[in-house]
């Protein structure tokens, strides 16, 4: 599984080991942990070159001279499953070593597909679900199918979110790209087509490009590209000029990664449920604890730092609400100082982005050397916390630039509720509704989407409360949590000081901070506790402070009551509902950053990976 990896591939009159090596290192930005080459150089042979590590350890295969070739393919994969090796390393080849295959994102019916090809005799030779897609297109144009009709083919039986590129050595006049999800860009060149997953990629090359759609198949030959969907039927495109810098092209067009990565939410959504959500509405976790031990945990230790650790806070109101399971949030540095209690049947859960901060490592290795039982929720695989939990489940979030977190907040608190769903099936939990919840987080990723149109009113908002000199961030339940990551990002991305706190805590000290200009921010999604907060709310403006409330959109009765009221779309889940509020918080953080001209995605002082105390 490889979401957010580089793609590159080319046909043309150049060089083209040299133009998809090139594409790649231009790629690079993004972060990666093995690379790999296929090529055609006219002897009915596939050659494969592809290597672990940087794309140094790759160039070192190029270095007596690059072979002559006017077809290649190339990746680079930022691992999610399976380790970063030679081996699981992209290109792979079908049963027969006619086609090799790149692949970006996530197939989540890839264990059924992979059982039907083995009884029919294939061999597989890594764990990986992309092997299973380039048998699948294999067996079809073995067949004696065209290239592309064997794509549309597969693509019409595989799950999941995902890209590919394909070429065949039976068909050395051109390659083909399909794309459900994942990005794929085409660019047209003279003579000379290529195909990429960002622009940046193509951008030394050419700047006419066609940004190839869900559902399609592309096929690319010197002349140009020939666009269809899955039933073969011509797809009609525009293709556009791209104005963008290579700067601006490495964010994605937009203007800081923070941005971008905000915008890339209902993606990561995507992927981060991608396979873990079975059709039977349960939540299915792969290489988690055996069920005797789930059945067994009566305590759960949430161990973490900075906004890892307020998608903590989020996993205990969860575990603990839905559960009843006893669980502890603790800030690494604290926890590891702290001499904590810790029982044989208790787990010790890491949440980290990086997988790298030295508390997190450190508290983790405290856990282990007492033998208690650690589960990781990491971001970047090969990490040293992933390498060195009992489990890790990974966020499949993919690489985030920028140093204040976002996209890897909500995928942290999205495998929070996988695992508390999880727990409860295990657990056979009467009254928890899980192909409801299930359904919940089938809807969240075009609910996240909605999200993203409501970013002109929060701008409007940032540049009518920029000038606050002092921002409080309140809530109650799950939305006090959400309110201490949203005063976290306000803060170290706007250097704006924030006040945050539970909203019931408000009149026992707090309050006295509030004075003419000061702005509070409500989150206020979850109904049970709205009448409450609209006392909060009136204590806040009767000593002159602004408010702005965040609420779901079937909820009217703040409006008039507030000064400003943004609504997301609402769902069933109180959690998810809190969550989602988070985006257009993130938006606010940003915008007011950008007005006040701070430097937005490497913040004053902060670094992106604490590796030291
Ligand atoms: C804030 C932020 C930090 C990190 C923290 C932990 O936007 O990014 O607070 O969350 O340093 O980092 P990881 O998750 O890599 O352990």
Known sequence: MAPMCGIAGYIGPRKAVDVVFDQLKRLEYRGYD??????????????????????????????DGSPDSGLAIAHSRWATHGAPTDLNAHPHFDQFGDIALIHNGIIENYLEVKAELMAEGHVFRSETDTEVAAHLIGREHASGLTLEESVRRAVRRLRGAFAFVVLSRREPEKF???????????????????????????LPYTRKVVIIEDDRVAMLTRDGVVVTDLEGRPAPYEPMTIDWDVEAAEKGGYEHFMLKEIHEQPLVVRQCLAGRLDEAGRVRLEQVFSDHVWQEIDRVNIIACGTAYHAGLLGKYLLEMMLRLPTDVFYSSEFRYGDPLLSDRSLAVFISQSGETADSLAALRLCKSRRIRTLGIVNVVGSSIARECDRVLFTQAGPEISVASTKAYVAQSLVLQLLALYIAQVREMPGIRVGELVQDLREFESRMDRCLILEPQVQELAERFVGAPLVFFLGRNADAHVAREAALKLKEVAYVPTQESPAGELKHGPLALIEPGTLAVFGATDPEVREKLASNIREVQARGGFVLAVTTDDDT?????????????????????????????????YHVARLRGCEIDQPRNLAKSVTVE
């Not at 093995?34 to 596939?46: E, K, Q, R, V």
């Not at 083909?176 to 860009?185: H, T």
């Not at 998810?576 to 257009?584: E, G, H, K, Q, T």
């Open 34 to 63: 093995s690379a790999g080459i296929a090529y055609l150089n006219g002897d009915s042979t596939i050659h494969v070159l592809k290597r672990a590590g940087k794309l140094t350890e790759l160039g070192k295969l190029l270095e």
């Open 176 to 202: 083909v790209a399909a794309r459900n999800a994942s990005p794929l860009i085409v660019g047209l060149g003279e003579g000379e087509s290529m195909v990429a997953s960002d622009v940046p990629a193509l």
């Open 557 to 589: 009765s703040l409006d008039g009551v507030s000064e400003a009221v943004i609504k997301v779309p609402a769902g069933r889940s109180s959690y998810l509902n809190a969550l989602l509020s988070v985006v257009p918080l993130q938006m606010f953080a």
